[in-house]
């Protein structure tokens, strides 16, 4: 068992939260660093310890890394949603670049030598390939996925200078809950696929939700004549603990002087809108009803990941990104904090 201590900037959020508790359960110390802006108090496992604070404070950051000796950062904080993003890029930039090269900066003071990012599948555009490798062009078409893609430049320039290794690591959509069952997906407003689907299908069932979810008893399906088999966009899903599981992996790599990485998290399985919504069906036992809507501008109509990289190189090998697992998780979660963390 290892005594090393981690920092997770932004733990108190959905993935975060997931990824501190397998370090933790891996013997690691971990300190999260986040200012709750979306994330949650009670997501954030007892046996870490929780700084509430801004991670472009680099007072603070200087302080963390003077009282502690931290051998790896995981940075999960950002603004995530990326239809909000094209209206506030000035926002988006400053919390996703500017604030991380603040953390970074402070990093490199302190020789911090190890560096993990939430990087997305937002970075490649509108894909050209049914199946998208690393060295799949990278063309972002909104504010959200320039923002990873400008931190994933200005890793590699670190790294370049500096004595930083780090992984990118580009997931696709992240999905499902802790099996155990202790932390969930609780985003508001949730924007999200699956959890639109369950917390609409608990509204349909007459179970009050948390308002600001924004989740109506129904489910909007954006464009139904996408060139995909149904019509409907084509995502490829991806259970948070495998994503946990990835992290662990991507810290054991780094540790062991490997290299940096930029590498894709997925399930290298796509599945339509559709298909999600049939799964979700037979998952709950009720049928939702459907809203079909325009298509949203910018929306790849398949994004599915080529997994062969992370595979090889980390080892990694995802247990839980089976739809029916990855909802059934969901489904649990949902039914039994309907109101999301906080149940007032
Ligand atoms: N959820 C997905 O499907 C998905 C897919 C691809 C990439 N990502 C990336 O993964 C990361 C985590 O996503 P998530 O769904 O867990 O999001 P989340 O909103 O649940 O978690 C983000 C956390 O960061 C914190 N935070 C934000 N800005 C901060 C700041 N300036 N200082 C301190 N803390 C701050 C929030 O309070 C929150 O706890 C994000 O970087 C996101 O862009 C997510």
Request: proline share 6%.
């Amino acid at each position: 068992m290892s005594q090393e201590t981690l920092l997770v900037v932004g733990g108190a959020g959905y993935i975060g939260s997931h990824c501190t508790t397998l370090l933790l359960e891996h013997g690691y110390n971990a300190l999260v660093l986040d200012d709750l802006s979306t994330g949650h108090r009670e997501a954030v496992p007892e046996e870490a310890s929780l700084i509430i604070g801004d991670l472009g404070d680099a007072a603070l950051l200087n302080n963390i890394f003077e009282r502690h000796d931290i051998s790896a950062v995981f940075h999960f904080a950002a603004l995530a949603i990326v239809s909000e993003s094209p209206r506030q890029p000035l926002t988006y930039y400053e919390n996703n670049v500017a604030k991380t090269a603040v953390l970074l900066q402070a990093m490199a003071s302190h020789e911090v030598p190890c560096f993990i990012f939430s990087s997305t599948a937002a970075v490649y555009g509108e894909p050209s390939a049914d199946v998208l490798t690393e060295d799949h062009p990278t063309s972002p078409v909104n504010p959200y996925g320039r923002s990873k893609l400008m931190v994933e430049a200005m890793l590699s320039d670190a790294a370049e200078a500096l004595a930083l290794r780090y992984a990118s690591l580009r997931y696709f959509n992240a999905a499902g809950t802790d099996p155990s069952g202790r932390w969930g997906e609780d985003h508001r407003p949730e924007t999200h696929l699956i959890p639109r689907i369950l917390l609409g299908t608990l509204a349909h069932q007459g179970v009050a939700i948390h308002p600001a979810a924004d989740v109506p008893p129904w489910i909007e399906v954006y464009g139904t004549d996408y060139d995909t088999p149904d019509g409907t966009c084509v995502r490829d899903f991806i259970h948070v603990t495998d994503l946990a599981e990835a992290h662990l992996l991507a810290l054991r790599h780094l540790r062991q002087e490997g290299e940096s990485l930029v590498c894709n998290l997925g399930s290298e399985t796509g599945f339509s809108v559709r298909q999600v919504i049939e799964a979700a069906a037979r998952v709950t036992g009720t049928s939702l009803p459907v809203q079909e809507k325009p298509r949203r501008p910018n929306e790849p109509s398949r994004l599915v990941a080529s997994a062969a990289f992370s595979r090889r190189l980390l080892g990694w090998n995802p247990r839980f990104s089976d739809l029916e697992t990855i909802i059934q998780t969901s489904w649990e979660w949902h039914k039994a904090h309907p109101r999301g963390y906080a149940q007032s």
